[in-house]
């Protein structure tokens, strides 16, 4: 939420548009936020607030919470907390959100603020480090009294070699992007959640930017979207670096891979499957597979992969749906067998455009099909 964190936007009323619902968005800090706000302002007419025209706002940013009482959170990151009087303010015509955790608390205020739906941004934390590591070092000592915020950065850290800035983050910073990550998949496994969550990963925004934005708009319901105007990312500008995968291999000493590994383990992987395997798409294909309604368990089964495309047994259902109408599936399962390798943290941040259109191909044949009883088939 702060300037130091994003730039202050300087166009567009202080208002927002009326009568449209804001957009609510979260992200791991340094995966693409900017990129994603600017783009959904300057496509659907949505605003993000002018922050920097709120009255106590020069205090607020250079690190002294609550000195603007119209805004919608304290803190930032790991230590943000909505508060619900300031979530009144941007209900309506606004694209915000937060880098925020998925805490009891802000959970709560997002229900009883009439928010329904969020999209949370993902990225390997570890590369989201690097690109963290490297912000801080751009932006110098001026941004250390914001930071204090979220943690403690020594004084004398600006004056340290970019290898022990490294080592200090990976054992301050990095543990608090593996629990975010793990909080949100946690979060949208539980049975008792009220927010419909969308994730969306920073690979799409990389390789797919225009389908990356339209998955966040479809699924907030935004209509008249002009996909002409989207922002093109460029190195260097709006916080955009290279991004690229498994970048921190290259950064972090062969000892600190090692305490990267141990501090990881698979704890995130296990995260996806056991948020992956709530999805509603599976248990609803597999009712349908279960009423002989195979075609439309493939429909089912392909939001589930949509939404975790690394997630094997959502591939199983679709294929076992598909090939009861009678229809081959064996470059889908080539596909599958090449491309789901052994689990590991990394392979669940790279989203499988080839698995997943090849999965959207075969359903839509289905759907065409129109002379194939699937029923018929499965005896």
Request: hydrophobic share 40%.
């Amino acid at each position: 939420m702060s300037s130091q964190s994003q730039p202050v936007p300087e166009n567009g009323p202080h208002g927002a548009a009326s009568g449209a619902p804001s957009v609510f968005f979260v992200s791991l800090p340094k995966s693409g936020t900017v990129f994603t706000w600017y783009s959904l302002q300057d496509m659907t007419g949505l605003k993000m607030p002018d922050f920097h025209l709120l009255k106590g706002w020069f205090d607020y940013n250079r690190g002294r919470d609550f000195s603007c009482p119209d805004l919608y959170a304290c803190g930032d990151y790991n230590t943000q907390l909505l508060i619900p009087e300031g979530m009144k303010n941007f209900l309506q015509g606004y694209i915000f959100g937060a880098h925020m955790q998925a805490s009891y608390h802000n959970m709560r205020i997002l229900k009883e603020s009439g928010i329904e739906k969020i999209t949370v941004l993902l990225r390997d934390p570890r590369d989201a480090l690097v690109s963290w590591v490297h912000h801080l070092r751009k932006l110098g000592a001026p941004a250390r009294n914001y930071h204090s915020k979220i943690y403690h950065i020594p004084r004398a850290y600006y004056e340290w070699s970019l290898e022990d800035q490294f080592r200090y983050q990976i054992r301050s910073f990095l543990p608090t992007t593996v629990n975010w990550v793990e909080g949100w998949l946690d979060y949208y496994a539980s049975a008792d959640k009220e927010i419909e969550v969308l994730f969306v990963y920073y690979d799409e925004l990389k390789r797919e930017p225009v389908r990356y934005i339209r998955r966040i708009t479809d699924f907030h319901g935004l209509e008249n979207v002009d996909f002409s105007k989207i922002v093109v990312p460029e190195e260097g500008k709006m916080h955009f670096r290279k991004g690229q995968h498994g970048q921190w291999r290259e950064d972090f000493s062969a000892a600190d891979q090692l305490l990267v590994d141990d501090l990881v383990q698979d704890r995130i992987w296990r995260g996806v499957e056991a948020a992956a395997a709530q999805h509603p798409g599976l248990a609803a294909a597999n009712g349908s597979l279960g009423s002989g309604d195979a075609k439309r368990a493939a429909t089912e089964a392909l939001q589930a992969v949509i939404q975790f495309p690394n997630h094997r047994p959502a591939y199983e259902l679709l294929l076992k749906a598909v090939e009861s109408c009678g229809i081959s599936a064996a470059r889908l399962r080539s596909l599958v067998e090449a491309e789901l390798k052994p689990r590991n943290t990394a392979e669940s941040f790279i989203y499988r455009y080839e698995l997943v259109d090849a999965c959207g191909a075969l359903v839509s044949g289905l759907e065409r099909s129109a002379g194939v009883n699937c029923e018929e088939s499965q005896t």
